[in-house]
């Protein structure tokens, strides 16, 4: 928790299952890093280069990814829930089946990007600690399952 690698190159590095909350990674050089299932909740990739990145199962909710580098990086049933993703480059990203609720991609560079099998929809319920209650994202009259072309 509370981390600070600002500037380092941890490209190729395997941080399957770790935690990284409230991290501060801005400029860290994370490509063809793994980060398979793990928790990035409220982290700052902010210029970050997560280049051909392995986000599969990642928790990114509230973090910071302003002007990140996501080209080609597998965010496959990522979360990505209240994420500033504004001016990054998601070229040929694939998001297929992840939670994309309240990101910003204002800005953003989405060219090839798949985006299939989301879910998206308001915030849903929050527990005591603030975060999203897993079971709260499912398909009803406040959440839906969109397809993306």
Do not use: W
């Amino acid at each position: 928790m509370d981390l600070d690698l600002s500037g380092a190159d941890l490209s190729g590095a395997d941080f399957s299952e770790s935690l990284f909350i409230n991290a501060k990674l801005t400029g860290t050089r994370l490509a063809q890093a793994g980060l398979y299932r793990s928790i990035a909740l409220r982290a700052d990739f902010t210029g970050a280069d997560l280049t051909e990145a392995c986000l599969v199962r990642v928790d990114l909710d509230e973090s910071v990814l302003r002007n990140a580098v996501l080209d080609g990086a597998d965010l496959v049933k990522a979360s990505l829930y209240g994420v500033d993703a504004s001016g990054a480059s998601c070229r040929g990203t694939e998001f297929m089946g992840s939670t994309l609720i309240h990101v910003n991609f204002c800005g953003a560079d989405p060219s090839g990007a798949i985006f299939k099998k989301l879910i998206q929809g308001d915030a849903g319920q929050r527990n005591k600690t603030g975060r999203r209650k897993r079971n709260s994202v499912r398909s009803g009259s406040r959440h839906r399952r969109t397809n993306v072309p």
